[in-house]
């Protein structure tokens, strides 16, 4: 049984590592300057501690019908990052205007969501071990901090180098978060009650599979190369961007 809850422990924090790096990406992508990024790290970190006292605070009733309003929550988030992330395209690519130090809040600000989660990571992790609540509160905000930091700065040198560091990718990833915020609450409950589902055997041609998703890696860097070719011709518009602003 200590094994299993192990297992689900680790499942717990890599869950909130991949929290992380949704932070990561909108800090990274828009155009901060570095203690802005420290600064909601620190927010993220802040925020975990109060969540791992409430978790031994909040009756169980109402955690329950907090967590019932998930779905609601993640349609709004989702609404969101779609709008603002066609936004944010649209006004930059047809403007040359710069929207990401606001919009770029609908990915980088603990919403909903995040918070919810960041609950849930601490009740779990307070049911499945030992350590005391604000413990472990310190602890997700620690793995928040250092996870936001990282990828904020790691997708901010990798946009650099590939000189796609404009709010036009911003956008491209707020409509992909939105569009998961949107399709996850269909998909995984399908996906659950499939697992009830009787399935006949059937062969697997790993050959074909290997060749199928050879050729789709390939379209698809074909078609970053040619985007990225047509626009280094375009005259470029608006202000340019830094690496990291010190």
Same mark, same amino acid.
């Not at 849930?120 to 936001?148: D, H, P, Y």
């Given at each position: 049984?200590?094994?299993?809850?192990?297992?689900?422990?680790?499942?717990?924090?890599?869950?909130?590592?991949?929290?992380?790096?949704?932070?990561?990406?909108?800090?990274?992508?828009?155009?901060?300057?570095?203690?802005?990024?420290?600064?909601?790290?620190?927010?993220?970190?802040?925020?975990?501690?109060?969540?791992?006292?409430?978790?031994?605070?909040?009756?169980?009733?109402?955690?329950?019908?907090?967590?019932?309003?998930?779905?609601?929550?993640?349609?709004?988030?989702?609404?969101?990052?779609?709008?603002?992330?066609?936004?944010?395209?649209?006004?930059?690519?047809?403007?040359?205007?710069?929207? =990401?130090?606001? /919009?770029?809040?609908?990915?980088?600000?603990?919403?909903?969501?995040?918070?919810?989660?960041?609950?849930?990571?601490?009740?779990?992790? =307070?049911?499945?071990?030992?350590?005391?609540?604000?413990?472990?509160?310190?602890?997700?905000?620690?793995?928040?901090?250092?996870?936001?930091?990282?990828?904020?700065?790691?997708?901010?040198?990798?946009?650099?180098?590939?000189?796609?560091?404009?709010?036009? /990718?911003?956008?491209?990833?707020?409509?992909?978060?939105?569009?998961?915020?949107?399709?996850?609450?269909?998909?995984?409950?399908?996906?659950?009650?499939?697992?009830?589902?009787?399935?006949?055997?059937? =062969?697997?041609?790993?050959?074909?599979?290997?060749?199928?998703?050879?050729?789709?890696?390939?379209?698809?860097?074909?078609?970053?190369?040619?985007?990225?070719?047509?626009?280094?011709?375009?005259?470029?518009?608006?202000?340019?961007?830094?690496?990291?602003?010190?």
């Amino acid at each position: 049984m200590t094994g299993i809850s192990n297992i689900i422990t680790l499942g717990v924090l890599i869950g909130v590592v991949i929290l992380a790096l949704k932070t990561g990406l909108g800090c990274g992508l828009a155009n901060l300057k570095r203690r802005e990024i420290v600064y909601t790290a620190f927010i993220y970190f802040i925020v975990s501690v109060i969540l791992g006292y409430l978790v031994g605070v909040i009756a169980l009733d109402i955690t329950q019908n907090i967590l019932a309003t998930g779905v609601t929550m993640h349609l709004i988030i989702a609404t969101g990052l779609v709008y603002f992330g066609i936004k944010t395209k649209r006004e930059w690519l047809s403007r040359g205007t710069d929207l =990401s130090r606001k /919009t770029s809040l609908w990915l980088s600000i603990p919403c909903p969501v995040c918070l919810t989660a960041t609950f849930l990571a601490c009740l779990m992790l =307070s049911q499945l071990t030992e350590i005391n609540n604000l413990w472990i509160g310190a602890i997700v905000g620690v793995i928040f901090f250092i996870g936001v930091c990282f990828f904020s700065f790691s997708v901010s040198s990798i946009a650099g180098v590939f000189k796609i560091k404009t709010p036009s /990718t911003l956008g491209t990833a707020m409509l992909l978060f939105g569009l998961f915020y949107l399709l996850s609450p269909l998909i995984i409950p399908a996906y659950i009650q499939a697992q009830n589902i009787p399935v006949p055997g059937f =062969s697997v041609d790993y050959r074909e599979i290997f060749i199928s998703f050879l050729m789709m890696t390939l379209l698809i860097g074909l078609g970053f190369l040619m985007d990225k070719h047509k626009r280094l011709k375009k005259k470029k518009r608006g202000k340019e961007w830094t690496h990291l602003q010190e």
